[in-house]
């Protein structure tokens, strides 16, 4: 190999094994009768081509197993010989794994060895504009960021992959990037791919003019049999002339251009399905685009755009979930054929959960049918639904940096989403008093210590700390209970009022359900002896506040959907249901968003504030806690 070649091979060892074993085998030949790969000394390229593969464990691996046996006797000879080459490996090393140290402590791994992180670590969230951030998106944007700026004193990319105007709003253009500033993500440049619709046209008609791609107006249905059979378009054997002519159909958007793709002309029979001749360009006369208009009838694919916008940008490492796996081998393609700058891969699984499905299409069947109010509904798994539901943006970071970029697929309860987000609130959130409206039991209090006129008095707002603050909490001879509660009791028995002291009671009236009963205040009472603790309101000194308790179930009845499986038969028939109740004075003057703890309830997040609108009343979520839904 000539030096210019074995530059290139420098910076081509970063990727899976099926992208760099190419390379691996031409080190293997040129290294036959040769002790260095340049000279008779350790040169420049020797250290930077051995610390690329030192670099990445998995060639490293492969290199160590002597499948290739020169490769295997020149790594170890440069290792054994030469340790001074180690040093910079090491103190990369060493910086690295000092900054995810704590990540890793949290029990997820970051020690990925990324490449060539010393030349500097630009990353990229590429979403579609065609519906909002969900939870798998939160994972691909958070550790794109953390490996930009936490691990890596780097730069973080957005860029909104526009590239199919039939599917994509600015509505959901400008709610992603909203939601990312939610999440505490900060990128350092927001572009689109549609910025590079120029670019990517000229990259197209290159690749036609070199023979590596062709126009095909083979059907959708036989293109798509004839890829998952390893049969040759048709139309694969075209001339350059013709494609080029079609290719500028295309562009007029003509009838003989609309019939048309352009495909890529990279294997039939691949055993890598994503390497038979994917379609890079595609017409769409249509629908005016929400940035470009009617400019372009036809638009680049995913698979044309992603490696060379990303190369053209700078990106250095490309963050995707398993999924793009298989279009590994594909990227690389375009990079090679078109000598593009080397853009390193590392997949992570994706974050699925029991009884929840992210396909934005199904989402958006969903939102369309109204069977939930929008995409910020409570029940949905986007950014906006469960921060609706009471995540708060620190849980979430934490619980998806905790799970880390891991390739292993789990699919996760819903469980220890909401606990982690639990241990986030409990410490803060301010404790009030709630009790439902239907059949609620009137109390009579008697006795010597019961109050001759209703007071107030200041109380904790949380038990166990102080800088919560305090509330108004209103005592008179006039209560109400919840009937769960009241069924309960038995004639003289003592029982506690949470926040006052000891009653006794003396009379329950008869009937079902029960109206009214008569407790006799016992303060003295020891309130450790009593087995039933519960709360309760003051009809009188305070102005009861009308609310609005919401709980919501999974939307679907299926632990796993599969994409055979039809949505309408495992869509759950109940999902939401309200109960009306009274809470304490204080509630109104929550503001919404605000998470507060209904004592013996649970948590709640206020979705709207008292008065908001016009309406008298408070409207609160229930939070998951990780032990309920």
């Known amino acids: 190999m000539k030096a210019d070649e074995l530059v290139a091979v420098s910076t081509s060892l970063g990727g899976d094994f099926k992208s760099i074993e190419p390379h691996l085998i031409r080190l293997e030949k040129h290294l036959t009768l040769r002790t260095y790969l340049a000279g008779y000394t350790l040169s420049d390229i020797d250290s930077k081509i051995w610390v690329a593969i030192k670099s990445n464990r998995v060639a490293v691996s492969f290199v160590r197993k002597g499948t290739y046996p020169n490769l295997y006797r020149w790594f170890t000879y440069v290792e054994q010989v030469h340790p001074e080459i180690q040093t910079e490996v090491k103190a990369a090393d060493s910086a690295r794994k000092a900054k995810v140290q704590a990540a890793s402590r949290a029990g997820a791994s970051y020690n990925l060895a990324l490449q060539e992180t010393g030349k500097g670590v630009v990353t990229r969230f590429l979403p579609e504009p065609s519906g909002y951030l969900h939870i798998g998106h939160a994972k691909a944007a958070l550790l ?218 199904k989402l958006a069947k969903l939102v369309d049918t109204g069977r939930v109010w929008g995409w910020d509904d409570p029940r949905m798994p986007t950014i906006r639904g469960i921060r609706r539901r009471g995540m708060t943006i620190p849980a979430l970071r934490d619980f998806i940096l905790k799970q880390g970029p891991s390739r292993n697929v789990v699919s996760m309860d819903w469980a220890s989403f909401w606990a982690t987000n639990k241990k986030e609130i409990d410490p803060v959130a301010p404790r009030h008093t709630a009790i439902l409206k239907k059949d609620h039991v009137k109390v009579a209090i008697m006795g010597d210590e019961a109050p001759a006129e209703p007071r107030a008095e200041d109380k904790p707002l949380h038990p166990k700390n102080p800088a919560v603050g305090t509330k108004k909490v209103a005592f008179s001879k006039d ?28 009379a329950v009236a008869s009937g079902e359900p029960i109206t009214s009963l ?112």
């Open 518 to 629: 008569t407790c006799e205040l016992n303060l003295k009472g020891d309130v450790r002896a009593t087995e039933k603790k519960v709360t309760w309101l003051s009809t009188q000194g305070q102005q009861l506040v009308d609310a609005e308790l919401w709980e919501f179930d999974y939307l679907i009845t299926k632990d796993k959907l599969e994409d055979e499986d039809d949505l309408e038969q495992f869509l759950n028939p109940t999902t939401a249901t309200m109960e009306e109740a009274f809470c304490d004075e204080g509630v109104a003057k929550l503001k919404k968003n605000d998470i507060i703890q209904l004592e013996r309830r649970g948590y709640y997040r206020v979705d709207k504030s008292y008065g908001e609108g016009g309406d008298k009343k408070v409207v609160l979520f229930c939070i998951p806690t990780g032990k309920n839904k």
């Open 144 to 361: 794109s960021d953390y490996f930009a700026h936490q691990a890596y004193d780097g730069k973080l990319r957005l860029r909104l992959d526009d590239t199919n105007p039939s599917k994509e709003k600015e509505e959901y253009q400008d709610a992603i990037i909203e939601d990312l500033a939610l999440m505490g993500i900060k990128p350092d440049v927001v572009t689109y791919t549609s910025d590079y619709f120029d670019h990517l046209y000229d990259t197209c008609l290159g690749l036609i003019k070199d023979g590596h791609a062709y126009a095909d107006d083979t059907d959708v249905e036989t293109m798509r049999d004839e890829r998952g059979k390893g049969i040759a378009s048709k139309r694969r054997d075209r001339t350059v002339e013709e494609n080029l002519a079609i290719f500028d159909a295309m562009k007029n958007g003509t009838e003989e251009g609309l019939k048309n793709c352009i495909r890529a002309k990279i294997s039939v029979d691949n055993p890598n399905k994503a390497m038979r001749d994917p379609v890079i360009y595609r017409c769409n006369p249509n629908d005016p685009h929400h940035r470009t208009g009617t400019k372009w009838k036809m638009y680049p694919t995913y698979d044309l755009a992603c490696p060379v916008v990303d190369s053209l940008e700078g990106v250095t490492h490309a963050l995707r979930s398993t999924e793009y796996t298989d279009r590994n081998p594909q990227f690389q393609w375009f990079l090679d054929t078109l000598k593009l700058r080397q853009v390193y891969m590392w997949d992570f699984a994706r974050m699925n959960f029991i009884r929840t499905f992210l396909s934005k299409r």
């Open 479 to 506: 209560l109400i209970l919840d009937q769960a509660d009241a069924k309960l009791f038995k004639d003289n028995e003592e029982i506690t009022l949470m926040q006052w002291g000891n009653a006794i009671v003396r």
